[in-house]
């Protein structure tokens, strides 16, 4: 057990998911040739004037409403001025003293328990070039200059590397599915700093502060967390201290590395950007932004478990967003929706995993979907039956009687039948029954496949099964 309580920060950069850049008209796009997406306002020649792109706010604002952030009506850009080979113009637009989102809070599950991680700001920014470096050279790639970024920024407020993982997921995920951005981190287009100072307690003032840069994957971040938590420790205990430093997660040694001391604070000489006018904000450009929120995770998961679906069902399908998508077309229809997410999370998923590719792109329009999930229903289709017509559902644009017919699939469904066919079995295989009645499990699994075997698999194994058991207990 710990004797320090560590203080916990997050910094996410998430690229927005516009078709251009924020100033300019360049593509926004990824894994194209280098330098084949820019134009002059991205490679920063003099005399030239950023165009802000609208769109940028729209997903800014959205960004602001699923994080239940304020939204400041007035903003303004102001310049970072710094100077890297990455920015050719000596600075950076982004927003210091305005920035478009403030007071916000996301909520994550902790031991059973409800914690809000409080958001700091977010604020609107471009991105920079990429640089490559290699041996004595750095090779620039300005296709991502001017990518539009949102920066969010959290309170001071958590307490483990767990803590920020559960935020990070939160976030990733509500960032996802309102459309925001694709968060798709190993293309770095959501990127993560944490901060990490420890104390005794809580009454004391903070301790000096590690701030661990660009970390490549949630996972990471928790462990560099924990890594950082154990430095200072190790440190504090020996009576030592450290100076305030920036570190970064090494992949190879799984563990954080010193990358410079901050001996001074920068000196950014934020000013205004003079070739930005003012942003005003109204209402009725938030509330057209509020409806072109779709239905965010925690609603959904709380819809599919309302219509009878399981916890562990719905928590995958919120994982996988098209078939979620793709369910959430039929929140209005009467079908079984128990039966539904389990072909969507079992048959259907392993043949798009198999062909890959995606479910939209199949023959599985809705109304062929409700006639499947209605014939699994009321077992007039068996899971056999399903994984024989399988492939033709999927590809075919039959109907699923049309392909039931010529699959000669016909189904005992009459409880008075399957009951005869049991009474057979059971007539035959008279040492089986006894080893059932003496307390033998693997009996009633043999007389079951038996039966099926008679059937020619056309029973409901879950019917059968009942009226077997039924019998034996006769």
Do not use: W
């Amino acid at each position: 057990m710990s004797n320090y309580i560590p203080t916990i920060g997050i910094e996410v950069h998430c690229e927005l998911k516009t078709k251009t850049k924020i100033f300019s008209d360049s593509i926004n796009g990824y894994g194209q040739m280098a330098n084949s997406l820019t134009n002059v306002i991205d490679l920063g020649y003099p005399g030239t004037l950023p165009t802000l792109n609208k769109e940028v706010i729209n997903l800014a604002i959205k960004a602001a409403l699923i994080l239940n952030c304020k939204i400041r009506p007035v903003m303004h850009f102001d310049r970072k001025n710094y100077f890297y080979p990455d920015n050719p113009k000596n600075y950076q637009i982004t927003q210091a003293e305005t920035p478009i989102g403030y007071d916000g809070y996301v909520e994550i599950e902790v031991d059973g328990k409800t914690k809000k991680i409080g958001i700091e700001e977010i604020h609107i920014e471009e991105d920079t070039c990429k640089s490559t470096h290699r041996g004595t050279k750095t090779l620039l790639d300005f296709n991502r200059a001017g990518v539009p970024l949102i920066e969010i920024v959290t309170k001071p407020c958590m307490e483990s590397g767990e803590e920020a993982k559960l935020y990070l997921e939160k976030l990733k995920e509500l960032l996802f599915y309102s459309d925001v951005s694709d968060c798709k981190m190993e293309e770095g287009s959501m990127r993560a700093d944490a901060n990490v100072s420890i104390r005794k307690q809580k009454s004391e003032p903070f301790r000096t502060k590690a701030e661990i840069k660009n970390i490549g994957s949630i996972s990471n971040v928790k462990l560099s967390i924990e890594k950082e938590i154990k430095r200072q420790e190790e440190i504090y205990d020996k009576g030592e201290s450290f100076p305030p430093q920036t570190r970064r997660f090494d992949d190879k040694l799984n563990d954080t590395v010193l990358m410079r001391v901050k001996e001074t604070g920068n000196d950014y000489r934020y000013f205004p950007e003079p070739d930005i006018p003012y942003v005003h904000i109204t209402q009725e450009q938030i509330e057209q932004v509020r409806k072109t929120i779709s239905m965010l995770p925690d609603e959904r998961r709380k819809t599919y478990q309302k219509l009878g679906i399981s916890e562990v069902n719905a928590k995958k399908l919120v994982q996988n967003r098209a078939l979620s998508d793709y369910l959430n077309e039929l929140l209005e229809e009467k079908i079984d929706f128990k039966t539904a997410a389990n072909l969507l999370l079992g048959d259907i998923s392993a043949y798009l995993n198999k062909m890959e590719t995606e479910i939209t792109k199949t023959s599985l329009t809705k109304e062929k979907f409700i006639e499947l999930t209605n014939d699994i229903s009321n077992e007039t289709l068996t899971s056999k039956n399903l994984k024989e017509i399988l492939t033709t559902i999927m590809e075919s644009e039959k109907s699923i009687s049309e392909i039931i017919k010529e699959a000669g699939i016909q189904n005992i469904t009459d409880n008075t039948a399957i009951t005869e066919m049991i009474q057979k079995i059971l007539k035959e295989n008279q040492d089986s029954v006894v080893d059932y009645k003496n307390g033998k499990d693997r009996a009633i699994k043999y007389l079951m496949g038996q039966v099926m075997k008679e059937s020619k698999g056309s029973l409901n194994p879950k019917m059968a099964m009942a009226i077997l058991k039924e019998e034996l207990n006769k």
